[in-house]
């Protein structure tokens, strides 16, 4: 949010300069992100009236005038300007002037005639981008004055970054009370007084959605001027809060929300049927808003309705359908009251963040309305004229005052780390509006109406800190014994899962823990997930219910910025939703994409495939000191190939998935490949075994080869199950040195090469064991598995 210096030392002037503005406010948490100048250097720009003009000679585009501008004699000057004209006061760029840019004013011969000056638009002096006409201003100004001081362009601008919980502190109204607070200067409230009723016109107005929008106030203005002109000071002050000036009846609702933070609307009374209602949208309803968008209203959304459709998005933006036009001459003026919740989403849901959704969803002041109506009525009575009708109050419920807090100085205290009378804390607290009665050391504070975010003790102590000023809290040294924590070998950290990771050619990374429900329901379609009642952006509406899509839309990111290979993972919380119970469980996931092995001279390029992300998996798995226990079955997800891919079990129950990406979505998501995922749950697979000794053997090993031909559905879990089996304590390894499929062997089989490691620890085998260990195994392979011995 833009503030003008100016006008926010109207409200209150501790007699800073800009620099000592800035540090005091981000200081008590209200961040100055620029300070900027409210208007470009120029210089020799002075106020001047145009005393006679008349057509150029030989252009029907340009005219010549005669401009006073305070030297005693009148100056000739050439104007393209349309609205250049006898009488008009304007701006005046004399020989010798510079413009922003730099470009000089020289004496100049325009088609035969001199010109000895230069007349400005606001664009030109980049005070506005319109370009209609040289500069309006008003007719009280002295020639010869400087522009920067008629306009007071000399003002300075700060860009705040306000936290979301502020929403009282949008507006100058916010933000001097602030200042106020903080320096203990005086707060200058502008008296707003009742204008009375001209008419006894009125237009009803129906609330039936009192949860919603309980509170409402219209009033009619009947013989509004549409051709009167916004004054400049007002124009200016629009702009350097970054709105653009449209008619006066738009810009003072505008100005109104800026200085007083409501937001207002004005309906062209013409258009609008019958009566004025506030409700829930109805089931099929489309509205046109005033940007031309057709918007589908959904049921949760409230809006303001006549008695045919409805004419506005209720809190966010007005409906075409009244909206004020070049000849609007009676008005409806509205300003409501909402409930945060009512609004909060609801622009996002379509594509829109207005400047009065930015202040509804965190919270308007519900004691603001009827202040709004009258400073509003007022302003546009001496701009455009007209005839006010009575402001009527239309409320079906009453707004349910802020919370008591009860709050001890001794809190205080213990969380800031510094010494705070109650005395202090009670003034600090005060200067903020807030009700404070004292009770020894204990305090029971009414937060204003405006404070929406005092609900409890600490809520009250940041407010202590920030008046304080953060950096008046000296840094104190804790105190407190240190004892060592537990180390627990029956689990694996994150820390050192991660680290393996590592080590292994990925990085890590953090993506929102909110994703894009679209590319989620790419990924598991019909998958139950949990909505987000106030999103960010509709891109990151839902909670996650894998770390797949955030890695996957981080594989997009990177693919776009042209890197080839891509090795990524995250440790973090899935959020599923079973039986209409949130279930948050712990994860650790990984992607790999692209080139196997980063571009050498010594090895061949080719891609990865399921096997090296397979080892990365099972390197992992082997932390837990119990690798024997997982296994890998052939299985699918709808969004892995159903020919790549495997269910990660552990003593049979489900613990992973592990596979490639499958091609229908990788091509809706426009990659080249298809990248290989896994994702583990980490309480299920990090369990560990807990380290025991266990003897090595002083006496040599013996190897013995098996070659068995099985069915192509034969797994090697099963495999190795009953080679353990028959084998016995003797054997310490087994590994598959070859898989063959080709001639010699049936259509429909496999040859797997087995190598058997056989080791005892209390003696020597001789080869009559080995024998009769592979004689035993053979057995059981033949009986269990249907195994033919391959010569």
């Not at 400049?232 to 109104?256: C, F, H, K, Q």
């Amino acid at each position: 949010m833009k503030v003008s210096l100016d006008w926010l030392r109207s409200w209150a002037n501790p007699q800073w300069d800009a620099a000592t503005f800035a540090h005091r406010l981000t200081m008590a948490g209200f961040e100055v992100e620029s300070i900027e100048p409210a208007a470009p250097p120029f210089s020799g720009i002075v106020v001047a009236t145009i005393v006679e003009c008349a057509r150029h000679p030989d252009a029907d585009k340009l005219s010549v005038c005669k401009v006073a501008s305070g030297s005693g004699e009148l100056l000739q000057v050439v104007c393209g300007a349309p609205n250049a004209r006898a009488g008009l006061t304007t701006a005046f760029a004399t020989v010798g002037a510079t413009l922003p840019g730099g470009m000089a004013i020289k004496r100049a011969k325009l088609r035969g005639v001199e010109s000895f000056g230069m007349l400005c638009s606001a664009r030109e002096l980049g005070l506005s981008e319109s370009h209609e006409g040289i500069l309006e201003l008003p007719a009280g100004l002295a020639d010869g004055q400087d522009l920067r001081v008629a306009l007071g362009l000399d003002d300075t601008l700060l860009e705040l970054n306000l936290t979301p919980n502020r929403g009282d502190a949008l507006s100058v109204a916010g933000v001097a009370r602030e200042v106020a607070a903080i320096s203990g200067c005086e707060l200058n409230v502008p008296a707003v007084e009742p204008v009375p009723a001209a008419i006894a016109d009125v237009f009803a107005v129906r609330l039936t959605a009192p949860a919603a929008g309980p509170k409402f106030v219209g009033r009619v203005i009947r013989g509004v001027n549409p051709a009167a002109q916004t004054p400049l000071w007002m124009r200016e002050r629009l702009r350097r809060a970054g709105l653009r000036a449209i008619s006066p009846v738009v810009d003072v609702t505008n100005y109104v929300m800026l200085e007083l933070g409501q937001p207002m609307h004005a309906y062209d009374l013409r258009r609008l049927d019958s009566h004025i209602e506030v409700r829930l949208a109805k089931p099929g309803e489309v509205l046109r808003l005033l940007d031309g968008k057709d918007v589908p209203l959904a049921a949760d959304e409230l809006v303001i309705a006549d008695a045919s459709a409805p004419v506005g998005l209720a809190g966010i933006m007005g409906g075409e359908k009244g909206g004020i036009a070049a000849d609007t001459s009676d008005v409806f003026l509205e300003v409501a009251w909402f409930e945060p919740g009512a609004i909060a989403g609801r622009a996002r849901r379509h594509g829109l963040q207005t400047d009065a959704s930015q202040r509804f969803e965190r919270g308007v002041d519900p004691q603001l309305q009827e202040r709004a109506m009258e400073r509003a009525t007022r302003l546009l009575l001496e701009i455009a004229g007209g005839r006010p009708g009575p402001a009527v109050v239309t409320s079906v419920r009453a707004i349910a005052p802020r919370a008591t807090v009860r709050l001890e100085t001794r809190k205080v205290q213990s969380l800031l780390g510094m010494p705070f009378a109650t005395a202090q804390v009670a003034d600090i607290l005060g200067r903020l509006g807030m009700a404070v009665q004292v009770a020894g050391d204990v305090l029971e504070v009414a937060p204003p109406s405006w404070r929406f975010d005092i609900s409890i003790a600490q809520d009250l102590i940041e407010e202590v800190a920030r008046i304080h000023g953060y950096d008046e809290i000296l840094p104190v040294e804790a105190t407190m014994s240190q004892r060592a924590a537990s180390a627990s070998e029956a689990g694996v950290t994150a820390e050192r899962a991660a680290l393996l990771l590592v080590d292994r050619g990925y990085q890590e990374a953090i993506t929102y823990t909110f994703v894009d429900p679209t590319l989620q329901q790419r990924l598991f379609e019909g998958a139950e997930s949990l909505p987000l009642a106030n999103p960010i952006s509709a891109e990151l509406g839902v909670m996650r219910v894998s770390l797949w899509p955030g890695l996957v839309q981080a594989l997009l990111e990177n693919a776009r910025r042209q890197q080839d290979r891509v090795r990524i993972f995250e440790l973090g919380n899935r959020f599923l939703v079973r039986a209409g119970q949130l279930e948050e469980r712990a994860s650790i996931a990984g992607l790999a994409w692209g080139r196997a092995v980063p571009e050498q001279w010594s090895a061949d390029t080719r891609p990865v495939d399921f096997y090296d992300l397979k080892a990365d998996v099972e390197a992992l798995l082997a932390l837990a000191g119990a690798a024997d226990e997982f296994s890998f079955v052939a299985g699918a997800v709808d969004c892995l190939h159903p020919g790549r891919s495997a269910r990660i079990e552990r003593a049979g129950a489900t613990v992973g998935w592990i596979g490639q990406l499958h091609p229908r979505v990788s091509k809706e998501l426009e990659l080249k490949d298809a990248p290989y995922l896994f994702e583990l749950d980490f309480a299920a697979c990090f369990a560990a075994r807990v380290p025991r000794f266990s003897e090595i053997s002083r006496f040599p090993v013996i190897r013995r080869d098996l070659a068995i031909v099985v069915e192509e559905s034969a797994r090697f879990d099963s495999i190795r199950s009953v080679v353990k089996a028959a084998a016995g304590e003797d054997l310490r390894d087994l590994t598959v040195f070859d898989v063959y499929r080709g001639p010699g062997v049936e259509s429909g089989r496999k040859s797997i090469a087995l190598g058997l490691i056989l080791q005892a620890t209390s003696r020597t085998l001789t080869d009559a064991d080995a024998d009769a260990v592979m004689a035993s195994v053979i057995a059981r392979l033949q009986g269990e598995l249907g195994a033919v011995i391959r010569e």
